[in-house]
């Protein structure tokens, strides 16, 4: 029979069964230890993607998983005026008068999944129309300290949202950024529509929102690999017999 490892005789008399046994046997746990090498270390990773935010896309047809931040009774909530996807988006509608920020947040999102200094993709959709003269809206992360405080804040693309001039055709938005050196609470996104202090109405719609990062997955053993495990299994059941 021929194999992996040589060729060895078809039988074996009584008195060198045992030992050819005893050798087959080592060479298959030293063969194998040394595939089972090749798959850890020589083995491609892919990586997987770990989604941190919670109804993004506001389809729970409420707030659920945003912590709000009015400026005036009744400005937020889910709204079926146009989505970019689904049935819902999220509306902020700050009609306060004189400057004001009225915004959500998606709030301390991956404690205990996310670490420093990690790289993290956000991205949205977002619609509306500013107050004018002054009215904006920005995208803000930041790394969140557990006992308050943050050890990063980042405003997003370093300048508003450079929405459409259209209030009805959606921008898509997408975002790098990396953590801080401490994020023991987390990390946190937050959205807002701004008034100026001459002007009031500024009206925002968010959808498809998304915070994810990158996550080492377990190595795939090769297919070759597998099979090379395979045929040691065969070598060592026709010893056996």
């Known amino acids: ?16 069964g045992k030992p050819m046994m005893i050798l087959t046997r080592r060479l298959v746990c030293r063969v194998a230890a040394a595939l089972s090498l090749a798959m850890t270390t020589g083995a491609d990773v892919s990586a997987a993607t770990v989604e941190l935010a919670t109804n993004g896309g506001f389809e729970t047809g409420d707030l659920t998983g945003w912590t709000s931040f009015e400026t005036g009774p009744g400005q937020q909530s889910a709204s079926t005026d146009n989505p970019k996807t689904g049935t819902y988006s999220g509306l902020i509608n700050n009609n306060a008068v004189g400057a004001s920020n009225s915004l959500w947040k998606q709030a301390n999102l991956g404690i205990g999944t996310v670490v ?30 557990d006992g308050g405080g943050v050890s990063k804040a980042e405003l997003l693309g370093g300048a508003p949202l450079a929405i459409n001039g259209d209030p009805n055709v ?15 609470a987390g990390v946190t996104l937050q959205l807002g529509a701004v008034n100026s202090p001459d002007a009031s109405g500024t009206t925002m719609f968010f959808d498809n929102v998304s915070v994810t990062i990158e996550a080492a997955a377990v190595p795939e053993p090769a297919s070759a690999t597998l099979l090379c495990l395979g045929a040691v299994g065969l070598v060592l059941r026709r010893r056996q017999r």
């Open 1 to 16: 029979m021929r194999s992996i490892l040589g060729t060895l005789p078809e039988t074996v008399s009584p008195l060198l």
């Open 116 to 145: 420093p200094n990690q790289l993290v993709t956000i991205s949205f959709d977002a619609r509306g129309s500013y107050a004018v003269p002054g009215g904006v809206s920005f995208a803000e992360f930041f790394s969140e300290v």
């Open 170 to 184: 959606w921008t898509s938005f997408m975002y790098t950024a990396t953590t801080g050196p401490d994020v023991s």
